[in-house]
């Protein structure tokens, strides 16, 4: 018996018990017999559950995001892994950190946070030096932006991810501008580390990733917008025209309007950001649809909807050998 695994250790056959986050809970009826179908996480992975003895009842006990104490066994159903469950019941208070159903980065987040004070302290212009320097020199918004992640499923979904993909799109966007010394670098820096800023109120991190009411009522562009023109306002005498500029560069990153930005492009600075953000985002994606191919022994990933279309990830080592 497995006690307090990891979903991704489990094994064909393997019985286990354990703390999961319940991602989803469905009645499910079929020639009059009634099931609950579940799908467990943890910050390893996700995995589909079947429960059969009062499901009804469950049902009306168990809510997505529950903590769950689970003991069953990983079978299969339709070629892919699905636990049976034997018991189920709701975790109780003190048994479990919220935290510890979340994945983090896996890179090191000093490193990460260094690297965000040292681009701020880079920037020429004295007042996006002085706008950065408010910003992320204030401990309580820096201990948010650290934290939050960049998304829920598709890029960067565990905590820290904000943090780590901020800091590759600017380091993309400073490449960019080293080559191309027409375009201006310290507005880049600025836009790289803050056009996701408003992913920090448009997230919430408890025991799953998902969206706050503010979050989906009016979006992490708007958010964050709004967040970077009120911090212009309070220094004084700061350009109109910069910060249009900054404000344009947030509000037009994701590059097309259906993709959800407001308005597209319409300055070189804004096109780099947007094709730096779209890098940075699609690798990580691709690097965890790879991944996750990888580790079942497949050489193509399943079909992914938001690309229309399958991605090769390779000849297994074995089949090579």
């Known amino acids: 018996m497995n006690e307090n695994c990891s979903l991704s250790e489990l094994n064909e056959g393997d019985e286990f018990i354990g703390f999961y ?15 609950l179908e579940l799908e467990l996480s ?30 069953g066994h990983l079978g299969s159903y339709r070629d892919r892994p699905q636990a049976r469950i034997d018991k189920i019941r709701l975790a109780k208070e003190g048994e479990y950190d919220p935290e510890s159903f979340i994945p983090s980065t896996p890179k090191d987040i000093h490193v990460l946070t260094d690297r965000v004070q040292s681009l701020v302290e880079s ?18 918004f820096l201990r948010e932006y650290v934290r939050s992640p960049a998304g829920m499923k598709w890029h960067h979904p565990y905590l820290g991810g904000l943090l780590e993909h901020s800091v590759e799109v600017t380091e993309l966007c400073d490449f960019v501008a080293q080559k191309h010394p027409e375009l201006n670098r310290d507005l880049l820096i600025l836009a790289g580390l803050l056009h996701d800023v408003g992913k920090i109120k448009e997230l919430s991190t408890t025991t799953l990733i998902e969206y706050t009411d503010e979050g989906r009522l009016e979006g992490h562009i708007i958010i ?13 005498n700061f350009p109109s025209t910069l910060k249009m500029l900054l404000s344009h560069l947030i509000l037009s990153h994701q590059g097309h309007k259906e993709f959800s930005s407001p308005v597209e492009p319409m300055i070189p600075e804004g096109f780099v950001l947007y094709y730096a953000d779209e890098l940075g985002s699609k690798l990580n994606a691709l690097n965890r649809i790879a991944q996750k191919a990888q580790d079942e022994g497949e050489d193509w990933s399943e079909y992914v909807r938001l690309l229309s279309r399958y991605i090769f990830v390779g000849k297994n080592s074995e089949e090579e050998d």
């Open 21 to 35: 986050v319940l991602r989803r809970c469905e009645l499910k009826e079929s020639d009059g017999l009634f099931r």
């Open 42 to 71: 943890d910050r390893t992975g996700t995995l589909p559950g079947v429960i059969w003895e009062d499901a009804r009842e469950l049902r009306e006990q168990l809510e997505k995001g529950d903590v769950i104490k689970v003991k």
């Open 123 to 140: 920037i020429q212009e004295p007042h996006l030096s002085q706008l950065g320097k408010l910003i992320f020199g204030n401990a309580q």
């Open 224 to 236: 964050g917008e709004r967040f970077v023109r009120n911090m212009c306002d309070r220094i004084e």
